[in-house]
């Protein structure tokens, strides 16, 4: 999915390995690059997430791997606009990337802040569909499917430009879509926002997200001495589609 914001900011799909039919070649650069964002954006602001550099950095291969080829995970990337021209897999590779957020689901519950939402996904086989492999996961009512927003960040020389209002807009479109497909009614997304963090509080609220509950977390490995415990807010959408 290729989602044009004006002048400044695309926002593309990335591929889904074992699916899409990537060269072994363009795959293994995928998930370098895939890796490379992400270890840069646990490094250069260690508080925005609630992982660390130092708990991913040794990560094998599959790791990451696992992540771009899980039929339940939107991965979602933003790029300078560009006019009437379609992205190939080399230019997609190659070109920076500003911002990237992940939307996962559909979900069997609301996550934890204590653990990581990917452990929520379910572990499905790399050629299974989303649709098959969501029949494992169930759903808090019959009308209404749960998925959760996760890793936005957005690089320091691309903020305040619309990238991250690019990126969730995109996620929460890619949600009402895939709840529309799957016969539901609601789409509630779920995010977790640390109570510290006032300004992205407040800029999740502006895009229709309400606080529902407060948890505590233990703080994860970090390379640069012991981390406090941390509170974050779980906040909370529901489209209706």
Known sequence: MTDKHGDVVEVLTLPLLDRDGLSR??????????????????????????????????QPVEYW???L???LAVNLVALPARRGENWS????????????????GPLAEDTS?????WSKVPSVAFNQSSMEASATTGRLDPETV???????YTTAPHRRKGVGKALLKTSLLE??????RR???YAKLGVHVDTCNAAATQWYETHGFNIISEETYPPRPSELGPRLERKAFLMQAVLTV
Not at 113 to 117: G, R
Not at 146 to 152: F, Q, T
């Open 175 to 180: 949600a009402g879509n895939d709840c529309r």
């Open 65 to 67: 791997r696992s992540r």
């Open 183 to 185: 016969n539901g009614r």
């Open 146 to 152: 749960v998925y959760h927003i996760s890793g936005a």
């Open 89 to 104: 897999e080399i230019e997609l590779l190659e070109t920076e990337w500003s911002g990237m957020i992940v939307l996962l």
């Open 69 to 71: 080829a899980n039929p």
């Open 25 to 58: 070649d363009h795959e293994d650069k995928l998930i370098q690059r895939y890796r490379n964002f992400r270890l840069n954006a646990l490094k250069n602001d260690p508080d925005v997430f609630a992982s660390s550099y130092a708990e991913e950095n040794g």
């Open 113 to 117: 802040a204590s653990d990581s939402p």
